[in-house]
């Protein structure tokens, strides 16, 4: 994939007779009001010509009702919405924490778990009450990601990644969001997600394994 006439904010790119075409960048609409995921998407893919915008940047954004079962159905629901909204290439991601104590709960629901206006600290509260007493040999889980691309024409990209790693009993941590104050990745003992500097996050995350896979797709190994 790269930047190409069929995306509008290329099209958009022609000059007056005598003048200099003015380079316009390969514009990606990016269907989440995360801020968080954006600023991991726009350091994982730093393509030379792209630019990731946010979906609610551009206009009004009704986020679309997430109706799937799978973190694959839901990205995609995302993605094809915010192509269609704003006539753009189109990136969603949807993502989740899959504890085996609970039988991959929350999985589709983690960003709603505790309701649907639910803060970030209200979701781990449940979490941890949803545990209860259960033992740390016992508190295995996976962040879970899936990537939809769409481009201009409609052709589709699906890249996934996973983390390992199990709860722990409190929060700790000051980065990152979500349940990473409660997750203690396999790849970082003794420090959990909210630990770890953004640099460091991305090497070992669900995410940053998901826009690795994503990358290399897209042809920008």
């Known amino acids: 994939m790269s930047p190409n006439s069929e995306n509008p904010a290329n099209a958009a790119a022609g000059a007056s007779a005598g003048t200099e075409a003015t380079e316009i960048p390969f514009r990606v609409v990016v269907a989440t009001g ?18 990731f915008v946010a979906a ?7 986020e679309p009702e997430e109706t799937g079962t799978t973190f694959e159905e839901n990205a995609r629901i995302k993605a094809y919405a915010a ?33 649907p206006c639910a803060t970030d600290a209200e979701n781990n509260a449940r979490l941890l009450l949803a545990l209860g007493d259960t033992p740390r040999t016992r508190r295995e889980a996976r962040f879970r990601s899936v990537m939809v691309f769409v481009d201009a024409d409609g052709t589709e ?13 409190e929060p700790r941590g000051e980065h990152g969001f979500g349940y990473d104050p409660l997750f203690w990745p396999e790849a970082t003992p003794g420090r959990t997600m909210a630990e770890l ?13 998901a ?7 897209l042809g920008h190994e």
């Not at 609610?56 to 009704?62: D, I, K, N, R």
């Not at 192509?83 to 709960?105: K, T």
């Open 34 to 51: 995360n801020r968080h995921k954006l600023d991991e998407i726009r350091a994982a893919l730093a393509f030379p010509g792209w630019e």
């Open 56 to 62: 609610g940047e551009l206009g009004e954004w009704p």
């Open 83 to 115: 192509h269609e909204a704003f006539g753009l290439p189109a990136l969603a991601d949807d993502s989740g924490l899959e504890v085996d104590a609970l039988d991959g709960e929350p999985g589709v629901h983690s960003r709603y778990y505790a309701g």
């Open 157 to 169: 990209v699906v890249a996934e990644g996973s983390c390992e790693g199990s709860i722990g009993t």
């Open 197 to 209: 500097p953004m640099a460091e996050k991305n090497t070992i995350s669900h995410r940053g394994a």
């Open 211 to 217: 826009l690795r896979a994503l990358r290399e797709a």
